[in-house]
């Protein structure tokens, strides 16, 4: 354990240095120079506009900067004290670089910047590399002395000219041209990368808005570095990874600087132009022509192979692998377990019979551009028997949700989710739907609209006339699960920090419980605590903790809706957290950790003591370990290693561990970007 807390401390997600300005994204090194004396350029230096060279250099993009228009960015340290901390830090034991002065200091942060590291960007390490040196060769020696001389001056009192706050809005430059081609490439590259967090139009969600209003004034060299390089709060390092190039991080940079094209509606007759039954229901099995356990298969998300992988669970043969849609994202089961319904990235839904020796795609609808959810009827009850009649089809562009017959995916209904936020009451032209699932208690679906912050029941008795209930939640909301009564269903507003909790049998959001920073549940975990009695439990992207909260009202009312624990773990990062009721254990990841070894690593909390992980380590020497699944008995625990595509031999696997020992039992190797894995039984059954 406390080798993983060495490397949090080392790797958080920080990214700044002592004073960085967010500059060229190619972590180069140039030659050192020393600061020239001021009276070479003394007179030149005063007369200089240190605040607009501040902000030519994109240097509020990651730092507040009081006078400076436009800087309140909070990747680095804020520096409205600046001047006094240099002063201090250069007396401190820690200090490792070689000024003498506060403006010496100032200086060598600035053009040798990983020369010492600030202890604190904002509530996390700084870290080497972000800010690069590439800054100071922006500047001439009389401009950097400028900036040096403002920075110093900089003690916590508002400076001529007024602060950050006061200053009105940035005045933004033009944006920078691309050409057709250009433009064209950085929008497939937004659409792959970027809009899911930010939005097509950009409006901002789970990342912040980045319309020209608020990209013009950082500028191309601070966005740049941001794209490269990430941020604590969670923006991926594209170019750190290798999946983006310095240019490309620049095209892209400059490529939000200019108005976001608005991408096509799809009209019904488009959904049905795209709508293919490949085998009639007619012509499908009534028994299964296999003697596999299906239900012990697990539908596979190869990720960027956009294949779904049906793997046996009780041998580990992978008993087909099917074409769906791109950057394939989400399976979910029929109610009655037979078919897989995916989901890819380009609003593709493929329809696969389990049944069938192998099984196959049997149906496939493209009812948008870009989607993340799917779900199913599964009501049968006084009202009627719905399972399998109907799925839905949740959209992030058009901003919209479809209902398709359940057994050919026939596109029947399409609803807007356009709409008003649900505080505000603004217009929002793109609320996404975010996570879906069909209720037990009534012939409903719960429709997570993200962008207005409120949670649609919508009644599918009559799917020409669907009734909606919209209820107000918060915002943005995300992904989650249900707790283990099946009646609340817990919702991240992740960039609220906050869950929202619905009860879906009294129809309404029964309470909103603040959690730590960013929370992602998956579908959460399910557990009783030795303590507190039945919780839920769910990880977070920007810290690494573990939040318990109580879910029984009934029997341990006074922990109901409650953060109950807040168990660390030894990273933020993290995506997805499993369980199972057989099982001794909570399985949580740190996928998105920037550190290497965090990212690989998992962690397993003992539910007799959930005070701290038992036992944490890596699962691969390469990728990223990502999402948790049981087989159908609880006994296993599949783990998937999320490598790279295009690098033979480590694309990707799954490690299978025994739930009891948490010794490995097998790897089910040479997989392609391995990501969601949805045993058939569990996914039916909603055990988590
Ligand atoms: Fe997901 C669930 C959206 C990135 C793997 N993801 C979800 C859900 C939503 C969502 C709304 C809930 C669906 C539901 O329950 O109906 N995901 C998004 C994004 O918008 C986001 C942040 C950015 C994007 O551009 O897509 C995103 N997701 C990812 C990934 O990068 C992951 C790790 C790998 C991948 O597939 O690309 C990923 N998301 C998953 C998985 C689930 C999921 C495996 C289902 C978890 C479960 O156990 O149910």
Redesign the pocket.
């Known amino acids: 354990m406390k080798r993983h807390w060495i490397l949090v401390m080392a790797g958080l997600l920080c990214l700044l240095v002592l004073l960085t300005a967010c500059t060229s994204p190619a972590p180069t090194t140039p030659p050192v120079p020393t600061r020239p004396e001021a009276a070479d350029d003394e007179e030149s230096s005063a007369e200089l506009d240190a605040a607009a060279l501040l902000q030519k250099g994109g240097c509020g993009a990651c730092h507040v900067i009081p006078g400076v228009p436009g800087a309140v960015g909070v990747i680095g340290p804020d520096l409205s004290k600046i001047g006094l901390t240099a002063a201090e830090r250069i007396q401190d034991a820690s200090y490792s670089g070689s000024a003498k002065t506060a403006a010496d200091y100032l200086h060598e942060s600035i053009v040798n910047p990983d020369v010492f590291l600030a202890p604190d960007c904002n509530g996390a390490p700084c870290q080497k590399g972000l800010m690069t040196p590439a800054l100071a060769a922006q500047f001439s020696d009389a401009e950097l002395n400028a900036v040096v001389a403002y920075l110093a001056g900089l003690k916590g009192e508002t400076p001529p000219g007024g602060g950050a706050e006061a200053t009105p809005v940035v005045e933004a430059g033009e944006a920078p041209q691309l050409t057709a081609e250009e433009f064209e490439q950085a929008r497939q590259i937004f659409f792959d990368r970027c809009?899911?967090?930010h939005g097509v139009l950009r409006n901002g969600a789970?990342g912040p808005a980045l319309t020209p209003d608020k990209t013009l004034p950082k500028g191309t060299l601070a966005l740049a570095s941001i794209i490269f390089n990430g941020t604590p709060r969670g923006m991926p390092d594209w170019g750190k990874q290798g999946v983006l190039t310095a240019e490309q991080a620049e095209l892209m940079a400059k490529y939000i600087q200019n108005e976001p094209p608005a991408p096509p509606e799809m009209s019904m007759e488009q959904m049905r132009g795209f709508w293919k039954v490949l085998v009639d229901p007619a012509d499908r099995p009534s028994q299964p022509q296999h003697t596999r356990n299906w239900e012990n298969f697990f539908a596979v998300?190869l990720?960027d192979a956009g294949q779904v992988a049906v793997i046996d669970g009780d041998t580990y043969e992978v008993v087909a692998t099917v074409n769906t849609g791109y950057?394939v994202?989400?399976s979910r089961m029929s109610a009655t377990g037979r078919y897989v319904y995916t989901i890819g990235?380009d609003g593709k839904t493929a329809l696969i019979d389990l049944w069938m020796n192998p099984p196959a795609v049997v149906a496939e609808v493209k009812t948008c551009y870009d989607a993340?959810?799917v779900?199913v009827s599964k009501y049968n009850g006084p009202e009627g028997d719905f399972t399998d009649r109907y799925a839905i089809v949740?959209c992030y562009w058009p901003p919209h949700f479809v209902i398709v017959d359940g057994l050919t995916l026939e596109p029947l209904k399409v609803v807007s989710t356009r709409s008003y936020t649900y505080d505000t009451q603004e217009y929002h032209p793109e609320p996404r739907v975010?996570?879906?699932?069909a209720s037990h208690f009534s012939p409903k679906w719960v429709v997570n609209v993200k962008e207005t912050g409120q949670i649609w029941l919508v009644d599918y008795t009559d799917v020409q006339n669907p009734a909606v209930k919209m209820l107000n939640a918060e915002r943005f909301l995300?992904?989650g699960g249900w707790d283990a009564s099946g009646r609340y269903f817990l919702v991240a507003a992740n960039n609220a920090n906050k869950i929202v909790v619905l009860d879906v049998q009294e129809e309404k959001v029964a309470a909103i419980v603040e959690t730590s920073k960013i929370p992602h549940p998956?579908?959460g975990a399910n557990w009783v605590d030795p303590q507190y009695g039945p919780v839920w439990s769910t990880s977070h992207l920007g810290e690494g903790a573990l939040v318990v909260i109580g879910t029984d009202p009934v029997n341990h009312p006074e922990y109901a809706w409650k953060v109950v624990r807040t168990i660390p773990l030894p990273g933020a990062g993290s995506?997805?957290l499993k369980t199972h009721p057989n099982s001794d254990w909570i399985w949580v990841d740190h996928?998105l950790n920037p550190d290497e070894e965090i990212q690989r690593t998992v962690c397993v909390i003992a539910k007799a003591n959930p005070v701290e992980p038992y036992q944490c380590w890596q699962v691969a020497d390469y990728g990223r370990a990502?999402?948790f699944e049981y087989n159908m008995q609880g006994t296993q625990v599949w783990v998937s290693v999320w490598g790279r595509a295009d690098d033979p031999g480590r694309t990707g696997e799954i490690v299978v561990y025994d739930d009891k020992t948490l010794e490995e039992i097998a790897r089910i190797p040479n997989l392609v970007t391995p990501?969601?894995k949805f045993n058939v039984y569990n996914t039916v059954k909603d055990i988590y």
């Open positions: 809009a899911g967090c789970t998300t990720r950057a994202h989400i990235r993340r959810s779900e949740g975010a996570s879906l699932v995300h992904d998956g579908r995506l997805f996928t990502v999402h990501t969601g």
